[in-house]
C-alpha cells in the first residue's frame, strides 16, 4: 500500500532553515508529483508547492517564493522540503501529499495519500 | 490565485441530523472540455492529515460512507452530511485543483449540539 513516511519533529531558531523528509513507498516514486501543505495551530491548510521527482521540475506558491527549495533523493525514493529564513510564523505541521492518476494516465492534483505529518516550531 | 471562501465557520448540528458546509471559489472551476469541476472535499480530525471524502465535486471515494455527498458547479459546491454522526465531528476543507496553484477553504468545524 501506498505509504508516506515524514520526518520527525524540529525545533529551530528564527533565521535558520529546516529540512523536511517524506520517504515514499508503495508505488514507483518517480511516477507521482509530491506536494506540501503546511498547517499553523489551530488554523487551515495552505498549500506550498510541489515537485516532480522524475524530472525535479517544482512549482512554488508565490508566498514561498525564494524561501521554499523541493528537492528529491530517486535513490532512496525520498522527498524533501527546505524552508529558510525561518520565522515565528512558519510555526506549523508540515505534510507532505500525492496526487492521483486516473485510468487515462492523466495526474490531478488532489490528495488521497497524505504522510502524518512533521511538526516544525521555530523559537529563540 | 483562486479563492476559496467556505461557510460557515463552525456549524453545531444534533445527531441525525442534516449538516451543509457551502464553498465558493472565486472564479469558474469547472472545466468546459471534461464537463468536471475540479473540487475536493476533505475531512480532518485533530492530530490527523486530511482524508479525502469528495473528488470532482461529487464523486465519493471508496470506502466513504454515503451520507456524505457533494453537489454544485462553477463557482458554488456545497458538502452535506445526511445524517450527523458522532465520528463526523471534524474539520471539513474544499479544495479547488483547477489552477496549478492549488488553494483550500478555510475550512468548517462540525460539532454536536
Known amino acids: 500500500q501506498v505509504q508516506l513516511v515524514q520526518s520527525g519533529a524540529e525545533v529551530k531558531k528564527p533565521g535558520a532553515s529546516v529540512k523536511v523528509s517524506c520517504k515514499a513507498s508503495?508505488?514507483?516514486?518517480?511516477?507521482?508529483?509530491i506536494n506540501w501543505v503546511r498547517q499553523a495551530a489551530g488554523q487551515g491548510l495552505e498549500w506550498m508547492g510541489w515537485?516532480?521527482?522524475?524530472?525535479?521540475?517544482?512549482g512554488y506558491a508565490q508566498k514561498f517564493q525564494g524561501r521554499v527549495t523541493m528537492t528529491r533523493n530517486t535513490s532512496i525514493s525520498t522527498a524533501y522540503m527546505e524552508l529558510s529564513s525561518l520565522r515565528s510564523e512558519d510555526t506549523a505541521v508540515y505534510y507532505c501529499?500525492?496526487?492521483?492518476?486516473?485510468?487515462?494516465?492523466?495526474?490531478?492534483?488532489?490528495?488521497?495519500?497524505w504522510g502524518q505529518g512533521s511538526l516544525v516550531t521555530v523559537s529563540s | 490565485d483562486i479563492v476559496m471562501t467556505q461557510s460557515p465557520d463552525s456549524l453545531t448540528v444534533s445527531l441525525g441530523e442534516r449538516a451543509t458546509i457551502n464553498c465558493k471559489s472565486s472564479?469558474?472551476?469547472?472545466?468546459?472540455?471534461?464537463?468536471?469541476?475540479?473540487l475536493a472535499w476533505y475531512q480532518q480530525k485533530p492530530g490527523q492529515p486530511p482524508k479525502l471524502l469528495i473528488s470532482?465535486?461529487?464523486t465519493r471515494e471508496s470506502g466513504v460512507p454515503d451520507r456524505f455527498s457533494g453537489s454544485g458547479s462553477g463557482t458554488d459546491f456545497t458538502l452535506t452530511i445526511s445524517s450527523l454522526q458522532a465520528e463526523d465531528v471534524a474539520v471539513y476543507y474544499c479544495?479547488?485543483?483547477?489552477?496549478?496553484?492549488?488553494?483550500f477553504g478555510g475550512g468548517t468545524k462540525v460539532e454536536i449540539k
Open positions: 515537485m516532480s521527482p522524475d524530472s525535479g521540475n517544482t
Open positions: 470532482w465535486a461529487s
Open positions: 501529499a500525492r496526487g492521483v492518476e486516473d485510468s487515462s494516465g492523466y495526474y490531478y492534483k488532489y490528495f488521497h495519500h
Open positions: 508503495g508505488y514507483t516514486f518517480t511516477s507521482y508529483d
Open positions: 479544495q479547488q485543483y483547477y489552477s496549478t496553484l492549488l488553494t
Open positions: 472564479q469558474n472551476i469547472l472545466y468546459s472540455s471534461t464537463n468536471k469541476n475540479y
